[in-house]
Each structure stands twice: as structure tokens, then as C-alpha cells.
């Protein structure tokens, strides 16, 4: 049995202990490893080598230890080992030496030409069938196995149609194999190998055409040989002299990089030194002092725009409205620098922003670029630096640990008594970039370093960051909070224990129940994914603030919470939750009403002083202070939803995985590099891009047998009835918005009391290949029940007439799930719907 590689398409060997010795040496350690075993139909996959090794050895032993024994040969036996091997999706049974020889015997032949053409057939193989998904940043298809066997008339050299060509043809006609595109090249947005990976495939490559040209050599000597005496050997014999290897351009790993950079519009790192380290090098027997430069990398941002803008699909998205945009895409968000924490904690980021400020004046003035519709100038300013408060500290100059400074806040000067008295931002003296100067001038020209460090403590600042110099940009005003870290790692976590912990010691709550309720929950598609995990009673009893929970969990917790704790709805306990809940509803907000906000500043006072009154051993953190300053921020830069970190985190994790899988001399270095390699074959295609992979996914679909139900709904409904072709699927996925059969709900229209009104989702279908329409069933909105944060509706008793919406047409895109609860069927919602029905009708209104 023949055992291939389907990672390279060129390892063979004759044993499974070979091919995983192969899979080892070669792929295991790539970030993007995945395989399905695939032996014998098994599904199982794996992303680390070890586990795939320890699956097959108590699984498939005897695949292991039976080796490559023969078989006996007989036509029966061998189409019984063939239809054996069939089911097994690896594996392959070549054929025996003497069916080849009886197939050999069988041919006419009437000179060596004739039995090398049909050696020459015997060799050829199809075009590889399988292909692999595109991921961010690569990854291996999850629907095929690793192993792949041959069919049975294979050999294992890889086919190129010119060379076949070559063979068969005996036309004159000269042709090039350079110039000759190769069905066997995978399509570079449809596959992502590693390195090695590539280097194999070439080398594979390369050695079948040296085979191939030998062999047609020695047929024409051949034939030469019969007609000796003539000029046309010479001349004939020549042409193999000319012969160009169509792979030396990227033979090696250094020349492939040479050609992505020429090709695909390479933007290439810089190394900017900020210090120099002192070490002892080895020079001969001895060593010698010497120093190391301290760098980080920097990608530079004019021409990392210019990439992007590049592509005409992405220019075409920035210059074109858009009722919504792909800005949450991995894709999105590109890398700008890296560098080692501890080179960053000894010569500080001033460095890095210093190569940022540069390019940010340049832009701010204007730069011409190339774009995908030719020259065009464009100018750009710095809107507001994402992260936690440790980060934007660091970054603006401020104290990181605020427990050590007298004014704690970056957008106000309070101390920490003021913090625990007062709770509306009119109530503190707000920093401005003026007073924030001066105070930094001030620590510099301090003459001792006492007082310096004195006023670094009263001031709460440590240094005078280079963002006071970005063009258009005030450090105190755009450097928002993070609900991430803000809220959902830092005030829900601490006020849901306090809530709860208080609840158990008064025997008005159960643990144990509260688990149980967790664990038994019903929850949606949606949300099933970032289940809570229960609570433990350690982490109720220790001292932190944490409930161990990840933020998606704290998401949902915040949704489901009212409904696992109504037991005790009547005490003030319980109502501090709904109040945390609504704050929380209206930042999560993608539209936020003026009037909102000052609903909003209300309810943050009363909340702080509601926890105060209820937990007066508690002292006020300094993220609960931060608070005060979120709807003015609102009014500023927008929705803080707008400015979360969780995306950002998203991105990170990838870089991590790199970094603890592959042992890299220079780590900072190679991350760059790879991530700088794949930014640039983005634009490859014209007609893709990751940022607009997944738009529309489909689940299952079939053919709608009652066309003529579907056209009087779209002419009901829509006012057209043009049906080229027509499916119904199960679900779709739309730019990241999963929409199912039966279980979806869709909010349609506002009612006349502004209630959303939910529609349940009977089908779905997919009109003339790109018209998404959702046909459902109405349900009737009651009210908004403030004792559980959710919409309660009605169901319909009696059968009705279903409607027809298409996708555009939705007040909000974001798909809803309804819950029972006491016989009474609510909707609980992800964030405040006020404003968005607001602006829905507004649009409305104008058209």
C-alpha cells in the first residue's frame, strides 16, 4: 500500500510510520497544522502532531504494524484489496508487478518510441482535486483528511500539460513550459502552505521535469540512431541544451520571497533602534564586550495604506455609503508595530510613537498613493488610541498604577475622597490638554528629584508623552474608555459578586441553584457558544473581583442574569443589577439619541450612589469612577462600543499562537515578516479579500417545489415577481449575522406605542443568487418588562398569513432569540433599542 502526503502532494512511502515520521519532520509545526485522520472514515481532527500519532496508534494499530506487506496477486484477490483500500480514503493498492507486465505484454510494439509514450502515460496523474478554505492567515481544510491514496492507473509524478504536450503532440509548433500555466498551481487565496511545504512541491517539481527531459533525450537518440548521418540530430539534440528549469525563479525560500515583494506589492518592516544593550560576544577562544542594538519593528503606515487602498474592492467600500461596514474583520485591523515587552519597559514607547509621528504629520498634510483607480490624494489624522487602562497610561505619559497617585483619572482631577463622595463628572475638575502641558512642564524643570516625584504623585503623571505632538489629537479627549476592561472584566464582575455573595449569606439564594440554573439554561444559537461557568463557592469567598469569567460570558450573563435570580426580585439587591444591566444595554449601543445620554448620566449617578448606600464598606474603584465620563466621551467619539478592545484581542491571540509554537531566534522579527507576507498576497485576487470572506454562507438548501406561493409573496410584498432561480436554505449566515429556520427572530418594524415588533422565521430563501429574503410570521410586541431588561410578546394562538422582508429591509441586523419564563415569552436584547427604532423611523420619514 502507497501512502501520500496531501499537505505537499509529493511525500510517497510505503509504510503509515513513514508518512507520520514525514508529517512530523515537516508540518506539525506549523501554527495552521490540522489534519483529519481519515483512516478507515474516521473524522477525528487534530491540530498537535502528538495526539494525532497517540489516535492512530489505539485506534489504527494495525495500520501501523502491518507495514508494506504484499498482497498475493491473483485478479480476485487484488480487486478485493481494491475494494478494501476504497474505503479507506488514504490508502492506495498499486498495481502488481504482473498485471504490469501482462498489460505491457499485451501492446504492439514496434520500436522503443512506442514503449516510451506508454511509460510516459503510465506516469501521468490528474490535477489534484482538493482544495483549502481560505482562513485568516491560512489554515487546512476541516472537510478533508490528510492522507490521500492514487487511483490505480498513477503513478507518483505530479503532470504538467505542456510537457504531455510534448509527448503526444508532433506539431512543430515551439513551445515554452515557462510561459505554460500549470493546472497543478493551487490558486493563492485557495490554499496556504507552509514553507517547507512549498520547497517540497518545487523540489518535486523540479526533479520530474529533469526526469522528463531525459527521457525524451534518450528517445530521440533513439530514433537518431536509425537514421544516422543527418544535420537534424545536431539541431534536434540542441533544443535540450536550451531547456529553462520554469522553477530556478523560486527554487528557493529566498527567492519565492524575492518574487511575492516584486509582485504583490510588498511593504517591507523597518528596524528603528531605540537603545543599545552591553554583552559578551565570542570572538576566537576569548570573549569580548560588546553592545546589541534594542529595536522594534514598524510597518510604515503610508505604505500599508497605499497596500490596502490598493485592492479596488476595499477603495470601492471606503468611497461608496454603506448601510453597514466589515470594520469588526480580522482583516481589518492591520499591524503597525511589535516589539519585546522588556526592550518596551526599559527604553519606553515614546520610540514607537516617535516613527508614528512622523508619518501621521505627512498624512495630515496629504500624500499622493496609488490606489486600484489610479493616483489619488488622501489625508488622514489619528481619531482615538484603543486599549486598557494600563495601556493608555503607559502610552499617554499618565500613572499605570492609579493606587499610587493622587489624581487617579486621566479625564478628571479627583482624589480618591472626592471619588467616593461625588458621582456626576460637573462635580470634578475636568484635565485639558493646556493644564495637562503645564503640568509636564513643571515635573521637567523640578530641581530635585524629590519634588519631581512629588509632583509626578499629585499630578498622576509620570512623563510627557509624544501624543501631545500628533497633529489633531488631544490625549485626554480621545483615549476613550474600554468596556471590555472597563465593565465587563472590571464593574460586572465586582458588583454581580457583591450581589450575589450578600444574597447567599443572607440565605435568600442558593448557590448550588444558581449553578444549576446556569447550567440548565435554554441557551439561544447565538449565545450557547460563551455559556457562563458556574460559580464556585472559593471564588465567591475570595477577596478579588473577579467571578472568573471571560467577557463574552459576562456578556451573556448580563442578558440571562434577571431570569436565574427573580426569586428575589423585590429587594433593593436585585434592583442593582437591573440597574447595572440598563447602563450597560446603553453602551453596548450602535445609536445613541442625545436624550439618551442624559438618561444616561442620570442613571450612572443613581447606580453609584444605589451601590454606595447598599455596600458602604465598599470603596468606589477607580473603574467605577471612570463611568462618569462615558456619556461625554459618547457625545465625542460616538458609541464606545465603536472603541472596544475585544476584536483587538482577537488579532492579538493570533500572534500568540506564532509566537509559543514556532522557537524563533528573532520572534518580533519573524511575526512581522509572515504577517507582512500574507497582508500583501490579499491583493492577488481583484475579486476577493479576506475582509469580505464569509458575506453570505449558506447552510443546507433545496429546491422549492411551489414557485408560483413564492411569486405571490414577492409581489405582495416586495412589488416583483422576476424569479430567475430560486432555493431555500436552513440558515444563513450575512456578514456575520446568523439567521435560522424556526428559531430566529427578526425585528421588521416598530409599532404604534415604538415598540419593535419580532417576526419568527419560517424560511429563508436565496432569489437569483444574490436577493436574500426571509419570509415569517408576526408576533405581537406587549411591552418592555423592566423587571427582566426584555421585550415580552404574544404568540399567535391561531394560524396566520406569513410576510415577506428581504435582508436590507430589517430594522436591526442583528438576529434575536425569545425565552419562556413562567409561561411568559420574553426577548432579551443584546444592547438599547430605543435609538435604533428612532433612527429607522427618522429614515423612514424621509423617504
Not at 508494506?68 to 487484488?78: D, L, P, Q, V
Not at 507518483?156 to 510537457?163: D, E, G, V
Not at 411569486?711 to 449575522?737: P, Y
Request: charged share 20%; aromatic share 10%; proline share 4%.
Amino acid at each position: 500500500m502507497v501512502w501520500r502526503c496531501v499537505i505537499c502532494f509529493v511525500f510517497v512511502a510505503l509504510t503509515l510510520k513513514s508518512l507520520l515520521s514525514h508529517i512530523n519532520s515537516a508540518h506539525s509545526r506549523s501554527p495552521d497544522f490540522r489534519v483529519v485522520c481519515g483512516i478507515d472514515g474516521c473524522s477525528k481532527e487534530y491540530r498537535i502532531y502528538n495526539s494525532l500519532w497517540y489516535h492512530i496508534r489505539r485506534n489504527h494499530r494495525e495500520h501501523l504494524e502491518s507495514g508494506g506487506r504484499e498482497r498475493t496477486a491473483t485478479a480476485t484477490s487484488s480487486r478485493e484489496a481494491s475494494s478494501a483500500v476504497n474505503r479507506n480514503v488514504w490508502g492506495y493498492r498499486p498495481a502488481t508487478a504482473e498485471n504490469r507486465e501482462h498489460q505491457t505484454g499485451e501492446a504492439v510494439m514496434e520500436n522503443g518510441v512506442q514503449a516510451e509514450d506508454v511509460l510516459i502515460e503510465e506516469n501521468r496523474v490528474q490535477p489534484c482535486p482538493y482544495s483549502v478554505s481560505p482562513q485568516h492567515f491560512g489554515a487546512f481544510d476541516s472537510t478533508a483528511s490528510l492522507y490521500s491514496g492514487f487511483d490505480d492507473d498513477t503513478f507518483i509524478s505530479p503532470s504538467h500539460p505542456a510537457l504531455s504536450q510534448t509527448v503526444d503532440s508532433t506539431s512543430n509548433t515551439t513551445l515554452n513550459i515557462a510561459d505554460v500555466p500549470c493546472p497543478a498551481a493551487v490558486d493563492s487565496s485557495a490554499s496556504c502552505q507552509s514553507k517547507r511545504g512549498v520547497n517540497d512541491v518545487l523540489a518535486g517539481m523540479q526533479q520530474y521535469q529533469a526526469l522528463l527531459v531525459t527521457n525524451l533525450r534518450s528517445q530521440l537518440q533513439t530514433v537518431f540512431q536509425q537514421h544516422q548521418g543527418s544535420e537534424l540530430e545536431k539541431e534536434a539534440m540542441a533544443v535540450f541544451d536550451q531547456i529553462e528549469d520554469p522553477f530556478a525563479s523560486v527554487a528557493t525560500t529566498y527567492r519565492q520571497d524575492n518574487v511575492i515583494k516584486e509582485n504583490f506589492n510588498f511593504v517591507e518592516s523597518e528596524e528603528v533602534s531605540v537603545g543599545y544593550t552591553a554583552c559578551l560576544k565570542k570572538k576566537g577562544a576569548t570573549r569580548v564586550l560588546s553592545t546589541i542594538p534594542k529595536c522594534f519593528h514598524y510597518i510604515p503606515l503610508i505604505k500599508s495604506l497605499e497596500q490596502l487602498l490598493s485592492h479596488p474592492k476595499v477603495l470601492e467600500m471606503i468611497d461608496q455609503p454603506q448601510k453597514y461596514r466589515n470594520g469588526s474583520k480580522l482583516a481589518a485591523i492591520r499591524l503597525l508595530a511589535i516589539a519585546k515587552k522588556s526592550e518596551l519597559s526599559e527604553c519606553g514607547v515614546d520610540g514607537i510613537l516617535g516613527r508614528l509621528y512622523e508619518d501621521l504629520i505627512m498624512l495630515y498634510g496629504g500624500v499622493n498613493i496609488q490606489t486600484g483607480n489610479g493616483e489619488r490624494e488622501i489625508f488622514g489624522a489619528l481619531v482615538s488610541i484603543c486599549g486598557d487602562t494600563l495601556a493608555q497610561h503607559e502610552l499617554c505619559g499618565f500613572k499605570e498604577g492609579v493606587g499610587f497617585a493622587y489624581s487617579k483619572c486621566r479625564q478628571c482631577e479627583c482624589s480618591f475622597e472626592d471619588m467616593q463622595m461625588y458621582f456626576d463628572e460637573d462635580n470634578f475638575e475636568l484635565r485639558t490638554l493646556e493644564r495637562h502641558v503645564r503640568q509636564c512642564g513643571d515635573i521637567e524643570k523640578a530641581n530635585t528629584e524629590y519634588l519631581r516625584n512629588s509632583l509626578k504623585t499629585t499630578f498622576g503623571i509620570n512623563r510627557r508623552s509624544k501624543l501631545v505632538e500628533f497633529p489633531a489629537f488631544n490625549l485626554i479627549q480621545q483615549t476613550p474608555q474600554d468596556m471590555m476592561h472597563v465593565i465587563l472584566e472590571g464593574i460586572a464582575p465586582l458588583e454581580i459578586k457583591c450581589v450575589i455573595k450578600h444574597l447567599v449569606l443572607l440565605g435568600q439564594l442558593d448557590l448550588d441553584v444558581l449553578n444549576t440554573a446556569l447550567a440548565g439554561f435554554p441557551y439561544s444559537p447565538l449565545d450557547v457558544r460563551d455559556r457562563p461557568s458556574p460559580i464556585a463557592y472559593s471564588t465567591l469567598a475570595s477577596s478579588d473581583n473577579k467571578l472568573k469569567q471571560s467577557s463574552g460570558q459576562m456578556i451573556v450573563l448580563l442578558k440571562i442574569l434577571p431570569f436565574l435570580i427573580d426569586s428575589v426580585k423585590d429587594n433593593e439587591y436585585y434592583k442593582i443589577i437591573l440597574e447595572l444591566i440598563e447602563i450597560v444595554k446603553i453602551l453596548f449601543a450602535p445609536v445613541i439619541g442625545l436624550q439618551t445620554l442624559s438618561k444616561l448620566k442620570t442613571l450612572i449617578e443613581q447606580h453609584l450612589k444605589h451601590m454606595k448606600n447598599l455596600f458602604p464598606d465598599n470603596n468606589i474603584t477607580p473603574k467605577q469612577h471612570y463611568l462618569i465620563h462615558a456619556p461625554s466621551q459618547i457625545k465625542l467619539l460616538g458609541p464606545m462600543v465603536r472603541h472596544m478592545c475585544m476584536r483587538f484581542e482577537s488579532k492579538h491571540c493570533f500572534f500568540k499562537q506564532w509566537a509559543s509554537k514556532l522557537n524563533f531566534r528573532n520572534v518580533c522579527k519573524s511575526l512581522i515578516r509572515h504577517n507582512q507576507m500574507y497582508e500583501c498576497c490579499q491583493n492577488v485576487s481583484h475579486s476577493k479579500h479576506p475582509i469580505f470572506f464569509n458575506e453570505c454562507a449558506l447552510g443546507p438548501t433545496s429546491e422549492i417545489r411551489n414557485m408560483s406561493y413564492l411569486k405571490e409573496k414577492m409581489r405582495a410584498f416586495l412589488g416583483n415577481d422576476d424569479i430567475n432561480n430560486a432555493v431555500s436554505v436552513k440558515w444563513i449566515n450575512l456578514n456575520g449575522n446568523k439567521y435560522i429556520q424556526e428559531k430566529t427572530l427578526l425585528l421588521t418594524s416598530v409599532n404604534s406605542n415604538d415598540l419593535p415588533e419580532f417576526g419568527l422565521v419560517s424560511n429563508i430563501y436565496v432569489i437569483n443568487s444574490s436577493l436574500y429574503c426571509f419570509e415569517f410570521q408576526q408576533h405581537n410586541t406587549v411591552c418592555y418588562d423592566r423587571n427582566y431588561m426584555a421585550y415580552t410578546i404574544e404568540i399567535p394562538n391561531m394560524a396566520q398569513g406569513t410576510e415577506l422582508i428581504t435582508a436590507d429591509s430589517l430594522v436591526d441586523f442583528t438576529p434575536y432569540y425569545s425565552y419562556t419564563h413562567k409561561d411568559v415569552t420574553y426577548v432579551p436584547t443584546k444592547y438599547y433599542l430605543v435609538d435604533v427604532l428612532g433612527l429607522h423611523r427618522a429614515l423612514s420619514d424621509e423617504l
